[in-house]
């Protein structure tokens, strides 16, 4: 059964840094693309990064700069780190995941994800 499990949300103030990571169990030694998708209240979801297996990342012009996707201490995991918080960051945050082969784009169409963790960037 395949899992994708989100953690180290919380508040910060604006300016202020956090780090996300994602871990993915269950997919054996599938490669994947990851994805980092965000949905504030009243708002659509967008796609915040996104990774390929070979570890290249895209991310949204929204993030740009501020945002770095790394591969993390664990295998299958991949850390958001959440540099310059700006209070329009605040939103639910989602890791998405597809096995390969995939696009590794911004868009919606990932087969595995998370449940959210809840960023709340105070100005």
């Known amino acids: 059964q395949v899992q994708v499990v989100e953690s180290g949300g919380g508040s910060v103030q604006a300016g202020g840094s956090l780090r996300l990571s994602c871990t993915a169990s269950?997919?054996?030694?599938?490669?994947?693309?990851m994805a980092w998708f965000r949905q504030a209240p009243g708002h659509e979801r967008e796609g915040v990064a996104a990774t390929t297996p070979a570890g290249t990342t895209t991310y949204s012009d929204s993030v740009k700069g501020r945002f770095t996707v790394s591969e993390g201490n664990a295998s299958n995991t991949r850390t958001l780190q959440m540099d310059s918080l700006k209070a329009e960051d605040t939103a639910m945050y989602y890791c998405?995941?597809?096995?390969?082969?995939?696009?590794?784009?911004?868009?919606?169409?990932?087969?595995?994800w998370g449940q959210g963790t809840q960023v709340t960037v105070s100005s």
């Open positions: 998405a995941l597809d096995k390969w082969p995939c696009a590794a784009t911004l868009r919606f169409d990932y087969d595995y």
């Open positions: 269950g997919l054996g030694q599938s490669k994947l693309c």
